[in-house]
């Protein structure tokens, strides 16, 4: 008479096929059906690299990663791991603001670290318009997104780091 079932000791972030039927009795069962879960995303250890080359799709992004703010043009949702312009290998990160939209921002955010106050992130970025571009470095808490580091972009790219150790424990 369950409709569920608990399933322990799995991995975070990680995809497990399932096999499920009903048994109404001995007599009366259905075929097995194949159902593919994910569990939860966990937190990540220190160091933690992202290269992007391993992304696959259309307009995605990583696994555990999340589109905070994002902008849609048509059917692309920004931002997305993009396959040209890579500072380094054939990927990158592409986020993308129109001038003729009121949209002023794209947040990104990592998925949870386990001691954030330990992380450095360290990253290549430019920008590919006629209007210089500020970015930020940050941390999410609670849903709101607190600067760590504000970067003015140049049109060559170049590496920026930023220390988390502001960031609440």
Same mark, same amino acid.
């Given at each position: 008479t369950d /409709?569920?079932?608990?399933i322990s000791g799995l991995d975070a972030s /990680? %995809?497990? *096929?399932?096999?499920?039927?009903? %048994?109404? *009795? %001995?007599?009366h069962t259905s075929g097995w059906a194949l159902a593919t879960i994910t569990t939860e995303c966990g937190a990540e250890s220190v160091p933690y690299a992202e290269t992007f080359e391993n992304v696959t799709g259309s307009y995605v992004i990583p696994d555990c990663w999340e589109r905070v703010i994002s902008y849609t043009s048509g &059917? &692309?949702?920004?931002?997305? !791991?993009?396959?040209?312009? @890579?500072?380094n290998g054939s990927k990158c990160l592409y986020m993308y603001i129109p001038s003729s939209t009121t949209a002023s921002e794209n947040i990104i955010a990592l998925p949870p670290v386990d001691d954030i106050n330990t992380l450095k992130v360290s990253l290549w970025a430019k920008? &590919?318009?006629?209007?210089?571009? @500020?970015f930020e470095i940050g941390y999410m808490r609670n849903g709101e997104f /607190? @600067? !760590?580091k504000s970067i003015t972009l140049t049109t060559t790219y170049q590496q920026y780091t930023a220390y988390m150790s502001q960031a609440p424990a």
């Open positions: /409709t569920f079932c608990v /990680t %995809a497990y *096929d399932v096999y499920v039927k009903s %048994a109404c *009795d %001995a007599q &059917s &692309s949702l920004y931002p997305y !791991v993009y396959s040209s312009n @890579a500072h920008y &590919s318009s006629n209007v210089p571009q @500020a /607190t @600067a !760590v």
